[in-house]
């Protein structure tokens, strides 16, 4: 690498790190994302500010995922503009990809490495330190209990570990924010509430958390929630403000009245 | 690209691949037992074509040729019939495979030196077959009536001074660089060719595909891996395989059938790894345009099998239809099977081999370029 692309790389983290300065991790302004006919993200403008854990609520289908995806850097918005750690999300997916870190709903560590050779294999990709490795990876698994299980195959980790061991991995190399893409789906509530409180520390070292979720239970955990219906934000606020705004009791009933007026079906 | 990101990816793909457990056996498995079955079962050498024989001289020199025809190893006389009809008849219901008609005055024509027509009718349904059957036959017709003709004149019922053998023109195939025309040595450098497309082909086709549907490639795509890395970290495991696959198919068949290349095993070895280089990137082009592995696959065969039939491994390119041979130039195959029995069997130098180098490494460049262009980091 040529020492001018450095210096090119360096101007633009150094700009990055002035946007997150000022406040937001996320600013989006009319991100539309089309597929053919179909507006999947039809024009949807927000913030979120660092150290926020924010949450982006919706049925199935109403392109959650695509916005996550464009945010991530893995689709290439059809219009609108849009920063994310400081980095156009237009056409610095590649910086942006560098400061974020993700877990999708789908479990995405590899089943057949151990449990310390996935942590290895993502921080060598993170660029962290070939030395620093080993010490993180034994402050990784003592954080979470799993000193016994660093040399289990992953394949072999029960659901809510494997969820808990990726979350762990998509942090280790502190990200500016991190995307959690439905996180919690099928496991228990105990193990639920212990995912929860990883997310708390993380965001107790600066972490930003970009949360999708279809439990509302977990929705009252954020400190803002949107509600994205057929491809719109159609509120964001906290979750008392959604309460108090309808006049009812919990997130579900907030959730039912905002999904009501979908028009789209499930995809 | 980076050096350090690479290391982490190799070590990845290495510990997977070793993992895997069909690998091993497969590495070993596939080269052994394609080297040992193949060449035996692929064979062009036909025999035991059952025969039906329709005798209309009832002669010394009919049953002699009979005789002749019966103890060749490539003919079973299975019926002797009356008629033409009957021996069609035959060949119609599948019991036998050619018929052969001797005319009613084949002897006296053979010692009067007469033109002598035999009527040869051969199935040809397996045109294979068939043509292979009838030009035996032909020569066993042939060799016969020289001997008789020849026999005749010792015994001296033809005055050979006054009545001279016709003049002939006798085609003597001389078969070069293969002298035993044997299909197994033939069969071996194409059957190395097969096993290098396989492993790209078809294993790196399937890879980047179930990564795919297991959720990690995009977990990948998110990280800030360079396409660069993600693809060399692909494609080196496959190369360093295509290599041993190549060494044990080469140390099998020396075992097997004592076939040492005659040509250098580095010429050798540098066609197998530029080609195995190209076929890797063409399976990984493949599995990254596929949306499944099982589409991958299809493709992949499609392809293979294409690559294949076209390449020379079963049939000569030069016994193809003209439209044929051009499309051939556009098989990657083809120049790599020519290269390998040209070294192997003729013992052909790098020098000799330039217009089949620069097609393979062409090749090699444009199917890695089209795999690196197909993977993005970033969708539409």
């Known amino acids: 690498m040529g020492i001018k692309s450095i210096k090119q790389r360096l101007l633009r983290e150094r700009k990055a790190i002035q946007a997150v300065n000022d406040g937001y991790v996320i600013q989006v302004n009319d991100l539309t994302k089309k597929f053919g006919d179909f507006t999947a993200v039809d024009h949807i403008s927000f913030e979120v500010r660092k150290g926020e854990i924010f949450g982006f609520l919706g049925a199935n289908g109403a392109g959650k995922t695509t916005a996550i995806r464009m945010l991530c850097g893995l689709h290439r918005p059809t219009s609108g503009s849009g920063m994310v750690a400081g980095f156009n999300i237009c056409n610095q997916q590649e910086d942006i990809k560098r400061n974020i870190g993700y877990m999708s709903q789908k479990f995405s560590l590899y089943n057949d490495l151990r449990v310390w050779e996935n942590i290895r294999l993502f921080a060598g990709i993170y660029g962290v330190n070939e030395n620093l490795i080993a010490p993180k990876t034994d402050a990784l698994l003592s954080r979470l209990g799993f000193m016994s299980e660093r040399n289990t195959m992953v394949r072999e980790l029960p659901l809510g570990w494997k969820q808990k061991l990726a979350f762990s991995v998509a942090i280790l190399h502190d990200p500016r924010i991190v995307f959690l893409d439905e996180p919690t789906g099928g496991v228990d509530p105990l193990t639920r509430r212990q995912f929860w409180e990883l997310i708390y520390e993380a965001v107790s070292r600066g972490i930003t958390v970009f949360v999708t979720t279809h439990y509302m239970d977990e929705a009252e955990y954020c400190n803002r929630v949107s509600m994205m219906v057929d491809g719109r934000i159609e509120m964001l606020d906290t979750p008392r403000n959604l309460r108090s705004h309808f006049g009812v009791e919990s997130m579900e009933e907030v959730f039912t009245r905002i999904a009501r007026k979908a028009t789209r079906n499930d995809d | ?380």
């Not at chain 2, 044990?248 to 075992?255: E, N, S, T, V």
């Open chain 2, 1 to 380: 690209m980076q050096a350090k990101v690479l290391k982490y990816l190799l070590e990845k793909e290495f510990k997977q691949m070793l993992r895997n457990p069909i690998m091993l056996p497969l590495i070993i498995a596939l080269p052994l037992i394609q080297l040992v079955i193949l060449p035996y079962a692929a064979t062009y050498e036909i025999r035991n074509i059952r025969i039906a024989v329709v005798d209309n001289d009832h002669s010394q020199a009919s049953r002699a040729l009979e005789e002749k025809i019966a103890s060749s190893n490539y003919f079973r006389i299975v019926l002797q019939a009356s008629t033409h009809q009957e021996a069609l008849q035959c060949i119609r219901a599948g019991s036998a495979g050619m018929a052969i008609e001797i005319p009613a005055d084949f002897e006296s024509d053979l010692i009067m030196n007469r033109p002598v027509s035999v009527y040869i009718s051969a199935d040809a349904v397996d045109g294979t077959k068939a043509g292979i059957g009838a030009s035996y036959l032909g020569q066993i017709i042939r060799n016969f009536a020289e001997d008789v003709v020849k026999e005749k004149a010792v015994k001296g019922l033809i005055d050979v001074v006054h009545q001279p053998v016709p003049a002939k023109v006798e085609a003597v195939p001389l078969f070069r660089f293969n002298p035993a025309l044997d299909y197994k040595t033939y069969m071996v450098p194409g059957i190395l060719a097969m096993l290098l497309t396989l492993v790209g082909g078809i294993l790196a086709a399937l890879n980047i595909s179930s990564e795919r549907e297991l959720g990690t490639l995009e977990q990948i795509k998110v990280s800030p891996v360079s396409k660069f890395d993600y693809l060399a970290g692909k494609l080196i495991p496959f190369w360093i395989m295509g290599l041993i696959i190549t060494l044990i198919g080469l140390g099998i068949a020396y075992l097997l059938y004592g076939l040492i290349p005659k040509g250098n095993v580095f010429t050798l070895l540098a066609f197998a790894i530029i080609y195995n280089m190209g076929f890797t990137g063409f399976g990984l082009f493949i599995s990254s345009v596929a949306k499944s592995q099982q589409q991958a696959m299809f493709i992949a065969f499609f392809f293979l099998l294409i690559f294949f039939l076209m390449g020379g491994l079963f049939t000569p390119v030069s016994s193809m239809p003209h439209w044929a041979q051009y499309i051939t130039y556009l098989n990657p195959t083809a120049y790599l099977i020519d290269a390998m029995r040209l070294i192997i069997l003729k013992g052909s130098r790098f020098s000799d081999l330039y217009p089949q180098f620069w097609a393979t490494v062409s090749f090699a460049v444009a199917f890695n370029a089209m795999a690196l262009l197909a993977f993005r980091k970033t969708a539409d």
